[in-house]
């Protein structure tokens, strides 16, 4: 009597039985698969050891030549087999295991039969695997059975012709390209999937002549597609080219894209509302239609469409909520759904979109079932919070009541991270939720299991606590993490207690006594901060706190190491100078407030590594070899049009007495050679030329870069902002395209290039002060002042976001922010002038007929302080 095993709820608990090859060896496979050697093969067996084979290899197993080349000979016996099924199991393997075998290419013509046979079945596979193992040189000689396939009438056969094409592309893209023809013929195909591809490899094929693919979207668009994919495709491939030509509504293209809105399929319509809210000029009277067609999509029965007219609608909201707001009764219908992802889609585009009137009610909503969606989806809640809070100020109490109930509930890293980032927005947006956020904040700390969190929360107490009405009673929340927990907590403690003793008098025996109870920590990164902190404390000099405890440094740590590196190799008598230290490139501000805190550091980080790369770039040259430290780069400025036939553009390099001009050049043009390319650059008076760093030669469509070394003026202020005039010269030297060699002798020609200008910003690097009162006292040497009439700026806004982009300075104090309904402003601005030089500026505005500006500027040097009130003049 055969015996059934029973699987009962504990089997199913632990898995037993769920995977039958979860305990394969490789070695016990390798030796099953001898039995492909044998006479009559069992097609069973064989298939089930091939089933083996591939899930190791997909499980991440590895294989080594020798062992994978083994078992794919063994493999190539199961060919004299006709199982149809085995037959596809063996292509399926030959795939995955042309990368690891060696001679993989001796199935060639077995698969070339099977591609060529009577079994349509098979010959599709067949197609897919041959093109795996093919190489360039054997290409060529199944070409004409690729052609076939790509026409062959079984639709299953074509498209795997048409997808292995596109595969080969990347690697023979001169053979594919011979196949258009038999493309075109694939796309006129009345099946929907050999239509998709047909049209995807003629896309891929075409895609880096722009001409080729707005010719093949107008032959497309006249004659018609059956294949929503492939309308689908069409309407992504019209985007594209849309938003490289930056996004002008009144071409052909966005009049296609318009008229898939009105197509029967609802795949096809989705796709094109989604292109048109994705362009990035589009205006609000372009999205309408758009938006119209989501709103349909708002009330379908198909849970998928309502999820995905919500999701879109809520990215509008971001940048045009005026054009959702007439979706909002159908959202309102949307918060009831049983769909709880829907229903959160529609309620944080309500957020954006509603009045301040409804955002009590709104809130009420969200509470309900809150705690029953993800994590992720509460994280876009709490993102909808944060623009509601910027949008209506007033309304700040009821979100920091909502917040901090979300704070008390269970969540991972990512969602509390979310709700502290809000609460902390709302912080700096709004001055009177100050000690009502750091309150929720101080709680959210005492049970907080995530460090980042915790010490961020801790720099925030000891920048803005000491600055509220009763300091001292965040003085016990900070002092309780020093006491229970890990280093990285306790060390962020530590300094935020030395920021009180710093500002507060009062506090200051206490805070002193707090860090001398510190020294004994367990821990030596603790016992040193508070060590170093209670030396500094008790010297009671500003200046100290201001350098030591307020405004630490900001150069960059990879620079520090180089340059400190450097010292002890070359031994002076001179001590370390600090400002031979390269300083770490702040972010633009516009990015930032744009960003999440964690890609804001990402970008932070990136901007500082190109730094520290240009330096070393620079310093291998030998005509920059003594220019000291790298003090700031710019971003990319172009200086022709894309499509003219030589593209050049120019990165600024700042030193403390020079600058260097980067000339990234490309020669698009197959029939030229370009030797001994320099710019010349004209400058004024007061500017000199040094040197020039030629490029040797400008091979087609590879770039190179040569250097202008230009000496800055020491000594006149009005002269640091300039206009160069450029000029590209080389020598030419005409080449025969197909081949590419050069002809022997070449003659000298020049291209006029647009103007490079150096402006005030090249000379000046951001830096934060957090304390910028603190630094205002410290920088003292030098003081200038002058009034200013901004007669063209309507608003303080307009003109504070003027002078900011002007200066390239930092703002400090959130002083970028401007107040409503006020009538005068200060904006706090803070940098360093090339050489290490502190600079900082006081900018008082008020609203007259225009906008009058009085500003103070503070620095060590006078130059710096000529500097910027000769350019602001």
């Known amino acids: 009597m055969k015996m059934i095993k029973k699987f009962d709820k504990k089997d199913e608990e632990t898995g037993s039985g769920s995977n039958p090859y979860q305990q394969l060896e490789k070695s016990a496979v390798l030796q099953e698969a001898r039995i492909f050697n044998e006479t009559p093969l069992n097609p069973r067996r064989c298939l089930h050891i091939l089933t083996k084979i591939l899930y190791l290899l997909n499980q991440g197993e590895h294989f080594g030549t020798t062992e994978a080349t083994e078992a794919f000979f063994a493999m190539t016996k199961l060919f004299q087999c006709n199982d149809q099924t085995l037959r596809r199991m063996c292509y399926l393997t030959i795939k995955e295991m042309a990368n690891i075998s060696e001679d993989v290419i001796i199935v060639t013509s077995s698969l070339t039969k099977d591609m060529t046979g009577k079994d349509d079945v098979c010959r599709g596979p067949a197609v897919r695997a041959l093109c795996r193992v093919t190489d360039m040189t054997m290409l060529q000689g199944i070409e004409r059975y ?96 849309l938003e490289e030509m930056d996004g002008r509504q009144n071409s052909s293209l966005f009049d296609f894209i318009e008229g898939c809105l009105r197509n029967k399929h609802e795949t096809v319509v989705y796709e094109a509302a989604s292109a048109i809210v994705r362009l990035p000029k589009c205006t609000s009277r372009a999205l309408a239609p758009a938006v119209s067609v989501l709103q349909l999509f708002c009330s379908s029965s198909k849970p998928a469409l309502r999820f995905a007219a919500v999701r879109t609608l809520n990215k509008v909201a971001m940048k045009h909520p005026s054009a959702v707001t007439a979706c909002n009764l159908d959202l309102e219908n949307l918060i009831t759904d049983s769909n709880r992802s829907i229903a959160t889609l529609a309620i944080t585009t309500l957020l954006k979109t509603g009045s301040e009137s409804s955002v009590d009610r709104l809130m009420k909503q969200i509470s309900t079932f809150v705690s029953e969606i993800s994590d992720e989806f509460k994280v876009v809640v709490v993102e909808a919070i944060n623009i509601l809070c910027q949008k209506y100020p007033r309304k700040h109490n009821v979100m920091m009541n909502f917040l901090s109930n979300m704070l008390r509930d269970e969540g991972g890293f990512e969602y509390k991270r979310a709700i502290v980032d809000c609460i902390i927005n709302i912080i700096e947006e709004n001055p009177e939720s100050k000690e009502t956020g750091l309150a929720h904040l101080c709680e959210f700390i005492e049970d907080c299991e995530h460090t980042v969190l915790a010490t961020r929360i801790l720099h925030l107490l000891g920048r803005e606590a000491p600055k509220t009405s009763v300091p001292s009673k965040y003085i016990r929340f900070i002092f309780n993490r020093v006491v229970l927990e890990n280093e990285a907590v306790r060390a962020a403690a530590v300094t935020a207690l030395a920021k009180f003793g710093a500002q507060n008098e009062e506090l200051f025996p206490s805070v002193l006594v707090l860090l001398q109870r510190c020294m004994m920590d367990c821990d030596d990164e603790v016992r040193d901060r508070a060590t170093f902190y209670v030396n500094v404390l008790q010297q009671r000099q500003k200046v100290l706190n201001a350098n030591y405890i307020f405004n630490g440094l900001s150069v960059s740590i990879p620079g520090l190491e180089r340059a400190l590196h450097h010292y002890t190799l070359e031994p002076s008598d001179k001590p370390f100078d600090m400002k031979s230290v390269p300083l770490a490139t702040a972010v633009n501000v516009e990015q930032k407030t744009e960003m999440t805190p964690v890609a804001s550091k990402q970008l932070e980080k990136m901007a500082s590594l190109c730094q520290d790369i240009f330096q070393e770039q620079l310093a291998a040259i030998p005509e920059f070899k003594n220019l000291g430290p790298l003090f700031k780069s710019s971003p990319p400025v172009q200086l022709t049009e894309p499509e003219t036939e030589y593209v050049v553009r ?111 910003c090249d000379h000046i690097q951001k830096i934060l002060k957090p304390n910028f009162a603190v630094a205002w006292e410290e920088v003292d040497e030098f003081q200038k002042e002058e009034a200013f009439a901004l007669s063209s700026v309507k608003t303080l806004d307009e003109a504070v976001n003027n002078i900011i982009s002007f200066l390239g300075m930092q703002p400090c104090e959130r002083s970028d922010k401007v107040l409503r309904n006020k009538n005068t402003h200060t904006l706090y601005l803070a940098g360093v002038f090339r050489g290490g030089y502190d600079v900082l500026v006081r900018a008082r505005l008020a609203m007259a007929e225009g906008v009058t500006v009085q500003v103070t500027v503070r620095s060590a040097i006078e130059m710096a302080v000529d500097v910027i009130l000769s350019s602001v003049g």
């Open 650 to 760: 120019c990165i600024k390099h700042t030193f403390k007495n020079y600058m260097v001009f980067q000339f990234d050049c490309t020669n698009t043009l197959n029939d030229q050679l370009l030797e001994k390319v320099t710019i010349e650059m004209e400058p004024s008076d007061s500017y000199d030329v040094v040197c020039y760093v030629p490029v040797p030669a400008l091979h087609f469509n590879q770039p190179g870069s040569c250097y202008t070394l230009v000496l800055l003026p020491e000594d006149n202020a009005t002269a640091v902002s300039c206009t160069f005039r450029c000029t590209m010269k080389f020598v030419v030297k005409d080449c025969d395209p197909s081949t590419g060699l050069p002809e022997a002798e070449g003659y000298d020609d020049e291209y006029v290039l647009e103007d490079m200008e150096v402006t005030i």
């Open 146 to 241: 690729m052609k076939q396939a790509i026409v062959d009438k079984v639709p299953s056969v074509s498209s795997s012709a048409l997808v292995s094409s596109l595969h080969l592309v990347s690697t023979s893209y001169d053979v594919v390209r011979r196949w258009v023809n038999e493309a075109q013929e694939a796309a006129s195909s009345d099946n929907i999937m050999v239509q998709y591809h047909a049209l995807g490899l003629l896309f891929h094929i075409r895609k880096t002549d722009r001409l080729a693919v707005m010719k093949m979207i107008n032959k497309f668009t006249k004659c018609g597609l059956k294949s929503p994919f492939a309308i689908c495709m069409l309407i992504r491939i019209a985007s594209k080219l």
